[in-house]
């Protein structure tokens, strides 16, 4: 898949199922919410039914790793 900056949860999860990747709505949010609390993207709601997924660009964030 082609490294984009942004781009909205819905296409996000069609490119990852047409990839050929098992993944639910339900899936892609906690991996989205995981990825904003480490600080590696930001979610904002773009319109009603759709939020738009911006990669962060800071040194601080690539060096986070999150811990299990």
Same mark, same amino acid.
């Given at each position: ?8 949860d819905?296409?996000?999860? =069609? %490119?990852?199922? !047409?990839?050929? $990747?098992? #993944? ?22 773009? =319109? %009603?039914?759709? !939020?738009?997924l $911006?990669? #962060? ?5 690539l ?6």
């Open positions: 898949m082609k490294q984009e900056e942004t781009t909205t819905k296409e996000l999860l =069609t %490119k990852l199922q !047409r990839d050929g $990747e098992d #993944v639910s709505m339900r899936d892609l949010n906690k991996v989205l919410m995981q990825l904003e609390i480490i600080g590696l993207i930001t979610v904002r709601w773009q =319109t %009603k039914d759709s !939020r738009r $911006e990669l #962060v660009k800071t040194a601080a964030a060096t986070r790793v999150p811990s299990e």
